[in-house]
């Protein structure tokens, strides 16, 4: 029986929050074409990670182990993804579109002759295809593609799929994959905010745009996302001031995001920002110009002064959670 196959990440010895959703989507997927699911690992001293996708319906687990994996290598690691696609032959191949699925994916697909659907937001079949849904021009429509290549690959962008448990038992295989010497590799990764939430995985974003004046305000900002548990987010206009540091841009020179939650303070609403967050499932706007574009996509609008309305927010949501 043919599969869906996972292309599981793991940074800094952890698997990446990200996989639990792609377990998701692949479960959901491999239900309806009655597939079974599958997932690679690529690494060293793999043997901790076994237990978690099984938690998710994957039933099977391909290890592969092997020194020159220890650091996350684009051409290593394409090279040893595309021999166990050879070797599987998967229906479909699914990985989360985080900086190093959009790296890694386009490479494999190339290696074994398939096309890729990135930054997939949903998914559905119809009479046995596959249609992934993707947002296309900066986000102004979505697209329904179906690949007729095989496999059919795709990235699913995070927070889309919400995560489901439906526990399995999983048998664990290594596989015997030949690792080409790596061309490069990459020693580290650096990640802005000090360790804070990053903005592709959080449920709840608060993000500020040029109408935060400068720097110096930018503690309502973090002031309202520490009472919400939320990320900080920041326009384009914001970074490219130095206000902020790059890594909280969010937009189509940015991140894609797409959180539970997405409150937009002062932020005018320029489709390079929209491009980035408009499948937030709900999205709140707080703007003194009632006519601001980011009005037209939002759930729910404040017309008032951020300077004024932030801190009376933060400080309602402080007292019912006191309550």
């Avoid at 998701?24 to 597939?35: E, K, P, S, Y």
Wanted: proline share 6%; charged share 25%.
């Amino acid at each position: 029986m043919s599969m869906v196959l996972v292309v599981s990440e793991i940074r800094n010895g952890e698997l990446k929050k990200i996989n639990h959703e792609v377990y998701t989507a692949a479960r959901q997927l491999a239900d309806q074409l009655n597939l079974s699911v599958a997932t690679v690992l690529l690494g060293t001293n793999l043997e901790s990670f076994t237990d978690v996708p099984s938690r998710f319906g994957v039933e099977t687990l391909y290890l592969v182990e092997d020194p020159k994996l220890e650091k996350y290598s684009p051409d290593a690691y394409a090279a040893g993804i595309a021999e166990v696609i050879q070797q599987t032959s998967p229906a479909v191949v699914l990985m989360g579109a985080s900086a190093t699925g959009k790296d890694l994916m386009p490479r494999v697909a190339q290696k074994v002759g398939a096309t890729l659907a990135q930054d997939v937001i949903q998914f559905r079949v119809e009479n046995g295809d596959v249609l992934f849904t993707r947002p296309m021009f900066a986000g102004k429509v979505w697209a329904d593609v179906k690949l007729t290549s095989r496999p059919q690959m795709a990235t699913i962008r995070p927070k889309a799929i919400r995560p489901e448990e439906k526990p399995v038992e999983a048998s664990v295989e290594k596989l015997s994959v030949s690792i080409p010497d790596p061309l490069a590799v990459v020693e580290e990764i650096s990640t802005s905010g000090g360790g804070k939430l990053d903005v592709t995985e959080a449920d709840i974003i608060v993000a500020g745009g040029r109408g935060m004046k400068g720097p110096e305000n930018w503690h309502l900002i973090e002031e309202l996302a520490d009472v919400l548990g939320a990320a900080i987010g920041a326009s384009r206009a914001v970074v490219d001031a130095g206000w902020r540091p790059h890594g909280e841009q969010v937009g189509q020179t940015g991140k894609t995001v797409s959180p539970t939650l997405y409150i937009a303070c002062g932020i005018s609403g320029a489709i390079q920002h929209l491009a980035g967050m408009l499948s937030s499932k709900y999205i709140v706007a707080i703007n003194k110009d009632p006519d601001a574009p980011i009005f037209k996509v939002a759930d729910y609008g404040i017309v008032g002064d951020v300077f004024e309305v932030l801190p009376r927010l933060t400080e309602e949501i402080k007292k019912l959670k006191s309550e």
